[in-house]
């Protein structure tokens, strides 16, 4: 796997101005989510940074796949705290990017779709995966992957539902993204099973789905977001949570 440099810098330049224990930066991975696995399991330290100019197996939630040719930012992130959980993580991430997209479009623009998208209008722009590895009850190691749509070309077959950030901000380089993304993302607290009063209020701030009606993961209309992270479904007789599941809309 060669390694390269991004926009004339070097990884290990990456590395110390983003204040991250180590970067890799790669022409071609097929997974910076994997790489960052095989690297916790040799003892990687927390905040390593895993870049890839493209990735040949990239892959979102349920095992599908994601698009991520030349022009994008394709990130993982090694985390070890001694405990977190997977969805309020996916959502603090999720909050992060949404801030890092608005402050270089200079203009609000992003939305958090649940679970795990960054929508411009209705198309997406970025999506987050948080992956853990536990050896019993004991967690090991988290891997938080986010991929973003920056400068590279989106399909016509994909036109009406996926956005490049380079459309709302069209002077934006890879590099001022994750000059934005990185030192955030490593200031996360990833400890904590609820999300705050303040972090409800931020997502419910840019909640792309709320009022919209549903067919899935249940019928009904979306009402929110519980501070556990579960999608709030408003089904008419009562008001139900679900953790899990894939959105379709109705």
């Not at 440099?5 to 910076?32: D, H, I, M, T």
Request: glycine share 10%; with cysteine; aromatic share 4%.
């Amino acid at each position: 796997m060669a390694r390269i440099n991004l926009e004339g810098v070097s990884a290990a330049a990456l590395a110390k101005r983003w204040g991250a224990p180590q970067c890799g930066y790669f022409r071609q991975l097929p997974s910076a989510l994997d790489a960052v696995h095989d690297l916790a399991d040799q003892d990687a330290p927390s905040g390593t940074v895993v870049l890839a100019e493209e990735q040949t197996a990239g892959r979102g939630r349920d095992g599908r796949t994601w698009r991520s040719p030349p022009g994008g930012v394709w990130l993982a992130l090694l985390l070890r705290p001694a405990h977190a959980e997977l969805g309020v993580l996916s959502i603090r991430a999720g909050l992060v990017v949404a801030d890092v997209v608005d402050e270089l479009a200079r203009r609000p623009v992003a939305q958090l779709k649940w679970p795990n998208d960054v929508v411009i209008g209705a198309r997406k722009l970025a999506g987050i995966l948080c992956e853990g590895r536990w050896s019993g009850e004991t967690l090991q190691w988290l891997a938080l992957g986010i991929g973003i749509n920056v400068a590279n070309p989106i399909p016509p077959e994909l036109a009406d539902r996926a956005v490049a950030l380079t459309e709302v901000a069209p002077e934006v380089q890879r590099l001022h993204v994750l000059d934005a993304l990185v030192p955030a993302l490593l200031r996360l607290t990833p400890q904590g099973a609820r999300l705050s009063e303040s972090e409800v209020a931020a997502f419910a701030a840019r909640d792309w789905l709320r009022g919209r009606q549903l067919r899935g993961p249940l019928f009904g209309r979306a009402s929110g977001l519980r501070p556990d992270g579960a999608l709030l479904v408003d089904t008419g007789p009562a008001t139900a949570g679900v953790r899990e599941g894939h959105v379709e809309l109705a």
